[in-house]
C-alpha cells in the first residue's frame, strides 16, 4: 500500500538554527497537510497546501514557518529561526480532494528537537 | 470553536475483553470522524472513517458508530488482543471550516493486558 514517507526520523538542531523537514507524499495525491504534536499533548493542525500555495493555516504558522514543493515528489516544511517550544513530533500528512470520504494518510513523523 | 474529548484518557482492560471508546465534539456540523490508531513514537493509522450521512462503520473486529446529533462517537473493539495496545485518536473533518484540516482529541491509552 502506498506511503507517506519522512525525513529524517528524528532531528536534533540548535535554538535559532533554520531546519527543513522533508515529506514525500503518496504519488497520485494532491493536497498536503503539516501537523504536530508537542510530547503529550494534542495532534494540531499547521498547513495544508494544494496547487503550489497554502489553502489554510493555523495561528501556529506564523512567519518563521514556510512550506514548499520544491519538485513533482517532495513537500517541505521549513522553520527559518526554531525555538524551544517548537520541539514536536511532525507529521505530513497526503489525501486525494477532501470531499469527506478521502482519508488523510499519514507519514511517521520527524522528531524535533531543539537544544 | 470544534472541540474533540475522549474519554477515558486510559484504559486498561484483560485479553479477550470487549471495549468501548468513547469521543465527543461541541459541533455537529462535521464533514466526517476519523478513528486514528498511534503507536508510540510512530504516525497515525487510519482506522474507519464515518462519513456525516452514516451511522456506522466496521473493519474486522472494529465497530465505529456516529451520532451527529448529540456530538458523539464510539469505537467498539471486540475480543481485545495484546497488539491492541496503542492510542486511539478520534479527529473531526470540520464542515465550515475550510475542508482541509483535522481537529484531534487527545487520545486513550489502551493498554490489553495477557
Known amino acids: 500500500e502506498p506511503e507517506v514517507t519522512q525525513t529524517p526520523s528524528h532531528q536534533v538542531t540548535q535554538m535559532g538554527q533554520e531546519v527543513i523537514l522533508r515529506c514525500v507524499p503518496i504519488?497520485?495525491?494532491?493536497?498536503f497537510y503539516w501537523y504536530r504534536q508537542i510530547l503529550g499533548q494534542k495532534v494540531e493542525f499547521l498547513v495544508s497546501?494544494?496547487?503550489?500555495?497554502?489553502?489554510?493555516k493555523s495561528e501556529i504558522f506564523d512567519d518563521q514557518f514556510s512550506v514548499e514543493r520544491p519538485d513533482g515528489s517532495n513537500f517541505t516544511l521549513k522553520i527559518r529561526s526554531t525555538k524551544l517550544e517548537d520541539s514536536a513530533m511532525y507529521f505530513c500528512?497526503?489525501?486525494?480532494?477532501?470531499?469527506?470520504?478521502?482519508?488523510?494518510?499519514f507519514g511517521d513523523g520527524t522528531r524535533l528537537s531543539i537544544l | 470553536k470544534q472541540e474533540v474529548t475522549q474519554i477515558p484518557a486510559a484504559l486498561s482492560v484483560p485479553e479477550g475483553e470487549n471495549l468501548v471508546l468513547n469521543c465527543s465534539f461541541t459541533?455537529?456540523?462535521?464533514?466526517?470522524l476519523q478513528w486514528f490508531r498511534q503507536d508510540p513514537g510512530k504516525g497515525l493509522t487510519s482506522l474507519l472513517l464515518?462519513?456525516?450521512?452514516?451511522r456506522e462503520q466496521t473493519s474486522g473486529r472494529l465497530n465505529a458508530s456516529l451520532d451527529k446529533s448529540s456530538g458523539r462517537s464510539t469505537l467498539y473493539i471486540a475480543a481485545s488482543q495484546p497488539g491492541d495496545s496503542a492510542t486511539y485518536l478520534c479527529?473531526?473533518?470540520?464542515?465550515?471550516?475550510?475542508?482541509?484540516?483535522?481537529?484531534f482529541g487527545s487520545g486513550t491509552r489502551l493498554s490489553i493486558r495477557p
Open positions: 459541533d455537529s456540523a462535521i464533514y466526517n
Open positions: 464515518i462519513q456525516s450521512s452514516q
Open positions: 497546501f494544494y496547487n503550489n500555495e497554502i489553502s489554510e
Open positions: 479527529a473531526v473533518f470540520h464542515l465550515y471550516s475550510s475542508a482541509s484540516k483535522i481537529i
Open positions: 504519488s497520485n495525491h494532491l493536497y
Open positions: 500528512a497526503s489525501s486525494e480532494p477532501p470531499d469527506g470520504n478521502q482519508p488523510q494518510h
